[in-house]
């Protein structure tokens, strides 16, 4: 299978320079590719966008400082566009899973830049990384690559800082798992909550968030185009970034030890889309990064060789006893503990539903949506009164 090992490097001045002129010639071939495909009727192939937009532009005034760079990352935005095609058309005929794939949009300037090289565009020479027509580049090696790359991608964030990403080839790891399965419920205050009865809180980020928003506030008063307002920016961009890292090193080792500890791994499908449209918790529900959770725990299933049951978003978790299984209905977000009508157990809300996540998925419970013989107890119902009905019944089947 294959997986990215990420890298931070650190350009000279002049090597800098030439990146940026790298970024910005992938980008312009990349948007007039994208035009010349707007105005066609038909899709062109790959190989025509690059005779078209590479070969014969370098022959052009306007275009002939493309010949200045390397010419493997400029071919591969070509191929980058066709695949984003590809996705777009298998998106909208359904052939391609997951939230729908826009048509493909022009790059812009002040993002995240990017530059990808294959085989004969880079080696890798005494801890350095050479790039073609760029040099050796210092890199801060933070692991061993496990294989040789057969790809590598120069990012520039909005940060300023330059990253490699190298493609390799790994091999799933095989670690005995501690426990059979485990649920979790994800929410905001107690981030996930196990079935294990353990509760994980994410990091504080509110004096970052406090920052930020501090910042932001400077930036808006700033005019347009000046150099105070550049470095507002860049602060602001470096607090948001901060805050980035520290949410995806919390999650990532999050994940990481429930997956290598338990061979299933039970998660809740939720509806994040429909509830960032709460005005009151979608700053809350949109920091909590619940999507890149998920994410994070299917990749790393494959690499050790896990299972991720998603369990129906329906399913009434918050309703329904973990012992007993009898429903009580719905509760407000208020209640947080609940002692059950039906076998008088205390429960914490985000721990019963934790458990259920856990029997729905493995499957030791079906469906609890349907509520016929599930949500009936066992106790046999017995009436103080006699039938009325039943009385009726037997008068009019008395003889005459």
């Known amino acids: 299978m294959k997986a990215r090992y990420q890298y931070r490097v650190y350009p000279t001045d002049q090597q800098r320079k030439r990146l940026g002129q790298l970024f910005g010639c992938v980008r312009v071939v990349y948007n007039d590719a994208l035009a010349l495909c707007k105005k066609s009727e038909k899709l062109p192939k790959n190989s025509e966008l690059q005779k078209q937009c590479i070969t014969q532009a370098k022959k052009t005034e306007q275009r002939a400082w493309l010949s200045e760079v390397s010419n493997i990352p400029l071919q591969q935005s070509i191929i980058d566009l066709g695949t984003a095609y590809k996705n777009f058309f298998d998106s909208k ?32 020479k005494s801890n350095k990384v050479y790039l073609a027509k760029i040099g050796l580049l210092k890199t801060k090696w933070s692991r061993e690559l496990p294989s040789e790359p057969s790809s590598v991608t120069v990012i520039k964030d909005r940060v300023n800082r330059y990253f490699l990403s190298f493609v390799v080839e790994i091999e799933p790891e ?96 939720l509806n994040v889309s429909g509830m960032l449209k709460n ?98 107890t066992a106790i046999v119902a017995v009436s103080d009164e006699p039938s009325t009905r039943k009385v009726e019944w037997e008068q009019l089947s008395l003889p005459i």
């Open 279 to 376: 005005r009151k918790l979608s700053r809350a529900i949109s920091e909590s990064g619940w999507r890149m959770f998920r994410d994070m725990c299917e990749a790393k299933a494959n690499k050790y060789g896990r299972d991720v049951h998603i369990i129906d978003r329906w399913q009434p978790t918050s309703q329904v006893c973990s012992e007993c299984h009898y429903r009580w209905g719905k509760l407000d977000l208020s209640v947080r503990e609940i002692v059950c009508v039906n076998c008088h157990t205390r429960h914490c809300r985000d721990i019963n539903s934790a458990k259920l996540i856990d029997s729905i998925g493995v499957g030791h419970i079906h469906d609890l949506k349907r509520t016929g013989k599930r949500c009936k």
């Open 174 to 269: 095989i670690i005995a798992p501690k426990n059979e399965s485990i649920g979790i419920d994800l929410g905001i205050k107690i981030f996930a909550a196990l079935s294990t009865s353990e509760k994980v809180y994410a990091p504080n980020y509110s004096k970052l968030e406090r920052k930020i928003r501090r910042t932001q506030r400077r930036l808006s008063k700033r005019q347009k185009g000046s150099k105070k307002r550049e470095l507002i920016r860049i602060k602001l961009a470096k607090l948001k970034a901060k805050l980035a890292c520290i949410r995806k090193d919390f999650l990532d080792k999050l994940s990481t030890r429930l997956i290598t500890e338990n061979q299933i791994v039970c998660l809740e499908d």
């Open 93 to 124: 005929s359904g052939k391609r899973k997951g939230k729908k794939v826009g048509y493909p949009r022009f790059k812009k300037k002040h993002n995240q830049q990017s530059a990808r090289f294959r085989k004969g565009g880079f080696s890798i």
